[in-house]
């Protein structure tokens, strides 16, 4: 017994109907999403203060693994893939350990752009790490670019406190970008 194929007209408009749908239904979700993670477009400033936030955090933590600075090769940002940077000496402890700032100083200069997806940002970052004394112990770090020096139009700031070969100071962490981004 052979059976035919049978093909209805009704199946085919049904079948366009429903793939059209799907389609369409897919375009908007991917367009707000893209829209939603693009710095340019949308909400990016809240974007901006977000990964600020996210860096400041993650700043004071240890990092993943703790020992992360002895696991990387600083000249090859290929190792940098593997790890998560922080700053901090131990979890829940503001201080900082000096090891892992002259690293990440390190890093920086060698492939800021690295960096930058490293620490898990988008934008131009700069961080300043100085203590409160100006004589013989003082502490003064800077890592990235500066925004005084690269014409920065939008720029947000966070400070926190900790402590660094047993010397207080302020970490003071900036995102910055050269564009001025839209605030809704």
């Known amino acids: ?27 908007f979700t991917w367009f707000n999403i893209s829209n939603q993670l693009s710095p340019g477009f949308g909400n990016g400033s809240g974007i901006m203060q977000m990964q600020l936030q996210t860096l400041t955090q993650n700043l004071l933590s240890p990092g993943v693994p703790a020992n992360w600075q002895g696991n990387i090769n600083i000249t090859n940002s290929l190792t940098w893939g593997s790890i998560g940077i922080g700053l901090g000496a131990g979890q829940g402890s503001t201080t900082i350990s000096s090891g892992k700032v002259y690293t990440l100083l390190s890093m920086a ?9 490293a620490i898990g940002v988008g934008f131009d970052y700069y ?3 100085k203590s409160a004394q100006f004589q013989g112990s003082g502490i003064n770090v800077s890592i990235g670019r500066s925004p005084f020096n690269g014409g920065a139009l939008t720029v947000y700031v966070s400070d926190r406190n900790a402590v660094m070969n047993g010397v207080p100071v302020s970490i003071r962490t900036i995102l910055w970008t050269n564009t001025t981004l839209a605030t809704s």
């Open 1 to 27: 017994m052979r059976f035919k194929a049978q093909f209805w007209s009704f199946d085919v408009i049904f079948a366009v109907i429903i793939f059209s749908f799907a389609i369409t239904i897919l375009a």
């Open 109 to 117: 200069n060698s492939n800021y752009q690295a960096t930058k997806q």
């Open 127 to 129: 961080i300043n790490i």
